[in-house]
């Protein structure tokens, strides 16, 4: 990400995932935190426990590069049932979706951050940041 968004992360090394979602995420719990005077640790635990939870997954059908492939969608709502919710309730509805394939490097699509405006995910959005990968290119020759 560049310009206000930019966030440097150090070097992981043998990472077994992409670290583009974790620097998403990094930088999405980072403005949680900022914007509700929350801690970082509450919204990355809240996170882990809503994957670990076993949300949906359902397989989707996506245009990428004039192709349809197949895919995999991934939605959680990580705050909304939070006993502490009444200390953020403007953003307690925040839900994500992930959409990931193989047919594409690195295995991610799209990662869609959403803070609705109200109880409805369909409705007006207060806050939308979308992670997508938009393109192959060929390999440079030396």
Do not use: H
């Not at 670990?52 to 245009?63: C, T």
């Not at 839900?95 to 990931?100: A, G, Q």
């Not at 207060?126 to 992670?131: F, P």
């Amino acid at each position: 990400m560049t310009g206000s968004k930019k966030l440097e992360l150090p070097a992981i090394e043998a990472a077994k995932g992409n670290p583009a979602l974790l620097c998403f995420l990094e930088r999405d719990i980072r403005e949680m935190e900022r914007l509700t005077g929350g801690k970082k640790w509450f919204f990355q635990k809240r996170i882990r426990l809503a994957l670990a939870d076993g949300p949906e997954v359902k397989p989707i059908k996506v245009n990428f590069a004039g192709t349809e492939i197949s895919a995999k969608e991934i939605r959680i709502t990580p705050y909304a049932k939070d006993s502490l919710r009444q200390k953020f309730e403007k953003y307690a509805d925040k839900y994500y979706i992930f959409r990931l394939s193989d047919a594409v490097p690195g295995g991610i699509l799209e990662v869609d951050a959403v803070i609705p405006d109200g109880a409805k995910p369909e409705g007006p959005k207060l806050m939308e940041e979308v992670m997508a990968f938009s393109r192959l290119e060929p390999a440079k020759k030396n």
